[in-house]
């Protein structure tokens, strides 16, 4: 269908970088571009694939769509993704155009445009102080400004819901911009996350912290020594994933392509804001959490533990106390570790939360 075409985005930003260029990145149900912006000034660039028009027919027919009531173009839903530690953006795309793990094609197949961006102090973003900088809070404002600026008809389109959907560290920033931004987002989609804190010490143990530079100077030259990274293939499995739903080539990968996660980050997560951590009564608007069975780092490896008779990803209903009971939903897929996406159970679960974000309009 056309509409995907020009209402797919793909944007990385960084901070307090001067440099713009574009580049292709490639997708099955639609165009996306790669930019590099600097989200230091308050204009935000966009860059939009706009399917140049295959003849004059195709052109008037774009108008009179555009133009008509009850538009298409005009009632898109634009997804924002945030990535967790030890990933980049491309956690969202992971495999490309024809993976089965990628949920920018979930997202592009049901019309949605989605916007991705590599967080501060990762892949190609900036990478200022890893203490003072690199934070939970900063990343949250940067987030803010990605929303507004979806919002603000970019280029003369407009979209009439705004979803966000985080992983892990990413999905902790969506709880955060809920309690310090209210209801800027239509819907919230927190996956590989919990409001159970119990396990993520241990698991912060078993990450075997370890200065990024050292073991990968290629990758991280140049890096402080406040960047960090799981240590190696075996730290990543035992928190990122659950044997054997996992194809190993897809661990391997995850491995060699690990992101560092600054200590600024580390210590900021429990405590997102000032405020302190849940609940997060400014929020009201409908939340789904999908968090796998055996996510180790938010559910000590069995999300079906009880709290208070119910279980561990139920539970976090508790942290949106303004959130009515039928607009708070969970999913919990099968033999799946903290790495949603990047298990067998992807395809299920990317239309399961398809099926969720149709429900609201
Ligand atoms: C919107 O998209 C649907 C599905 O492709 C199509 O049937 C319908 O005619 C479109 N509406 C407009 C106004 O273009
Ligand atoms: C999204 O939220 C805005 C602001 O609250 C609202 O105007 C708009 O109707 C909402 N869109 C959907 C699809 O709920």
Not at 286 to 293: K, M, Q, S
């Amino acid at each position: 269908m056309i509409l995907t075409t020009f209402l797919t985005l793909l944007q990385l930003i960084t901070f307090l970088a001067a440099t713009q260029r574009s580049s292709r990145l490639s997708a099955k149900h639609g165009s996306c571009y790669e930019s590099y912006q600097d989200i230091s000034v308050s204009a935000l660039n966009y860059n939009i694939k706009l399917a140049p028009p295959k003849d004059q027919d195709a052109l008037t027919d774009f108008v009179v769509r555009y133009t008509s009531d009850n538009s298409n173009i005009t009632k898109e839903t634009a997804e924002l993704a945030i990535h967790g530690i030890n990933a980049d953006h491309t956690y969202w795309h992971f495999g490309g155009e024809d993976s089965k793990y990628s949920y920018v094609e979930a997202a592009l197949k049901a019309g949605h445009a989605i916007m991705m961006y590599d967080r501060l102090g990762v892949g190609k973003s900036d990478k200022p102080d890893g203490i003072k900088e690199v934070q939970m809070p900063t990343e949250v404002e940067i987030a803010v400004k990605l929303i507004e600026h979806l919002q603000s008809k970019p280029r003369g389109l407009s979209f009439n819901g705004y979803i966000g959907i985080g992983h892990s560290y990413g999905s902790a920033q969506l709880t955060a911009l809920a309690s310090k931004h209210g209801n800027l987002l239509n819907g919230t989609i927190l996956t590989g996350y919990s409001t159970s804190a119990t396990s993520a010490s241990h698991s912060y143990a078993t990450w075997t912290s370890t200065i990024a530079a050292e073991p990968d100077p290629e990758r991280f030259n140049g890096l402080p020594s406040t960047s960090t990274v799981s240590n190696n293939r075996m730290t990543v499995q035992q928190n990122f994933f659950t044997y054997p739903n996992y194809d190993p080539a897809v661990l391997d990968a995850t491995t060699s392509g690990k992101q560092p996660a600054t200590l600024g980050e580390l210590l900021t997560i429990l405590q997102p804001l000032p405020a302190g951590p849940t609940p997060y009564p400014q929020y009201s608007n409908p939340v789904l959490v999908v968090t796998g069975d055996k996510d180790y780092i938010f559910c000590a490896g069995d999300c079906y533990q009880q709290v208070d008779g119910v279980n561990i990803v139920a539970k976090t209903k508790e942290a949106f106390p303004n959130v009515p009971e039928s607009s708070f939903s969970t999913y919990i897929p099968a033999g799946t570790g903290h790495a949603v996406n990047l298990h067998f159970s992807a395809p299920e679960t990317y239309e399961e939360i398809q099926k969720w974000i149709a429900s609201l309009s």
